[in-house]
């Protein structure tokens, strides 16, 4: 079982920067492959962004590929996602999500999701 805890979300103004945290419970942290979803207000959850289990490998939505990057600390059982250029149509609540024994995070295929952090961009 693994539990996963999302924070740093807020209020930020266009063009300017967060960075999520997501913070794993339990010590096999480094065999699961983690990825941030986010889902606006009547819209379905889409991908952001991926790792793998090692770091070495990165996947980008494209509408924030260049603005985001997503990284990891197997020490710290974390990984943050870093999001800079924002803009309000990054608005949403962001998830942070876990797939055993994978180099990829897919909605339908994660094994784990936290709660979500809400992140606001004013225009």
């Known amino acids: 079982q693994v539990q996963l805890v999302e924070s740093g979300g807020g209020l930020v103004q266009a063009g300017g920067s967060l960075r999520l945290s997501c913070a794993a419970s339990g010590r096999t942290f480094s065999s699961y492959a983690m990825g941030w979803f986010r889902q606006a207000p009547g819209k379905e959850r889409e991908f952001v962004a991926a790792i793998s289990t090692s770091g070495s490998i990165t996947y980008y939505a494209d509408s924030v590929k260049g603005r985001f990057s997503i990284s990891r600390d197997n020490a710290k059982n974390s990984v943050y996602l870093q999001m800079n250029s924002l803009k309000p149509e990054d608005t949403a609540v962001y998830y942070c999500?876990?797939?055993?024994?994978?180099?990829?995070?897919?909605?339908?295929?994660?094994?784990?999701w936290g709660q979500g952090t809400q992140v606001t961009v004013s225009s």
């Open positions: 999500a876990a797939t055993y024994n994978s180099n990829y995070v897919s909605r339908a295929g994660a094994d784990y």
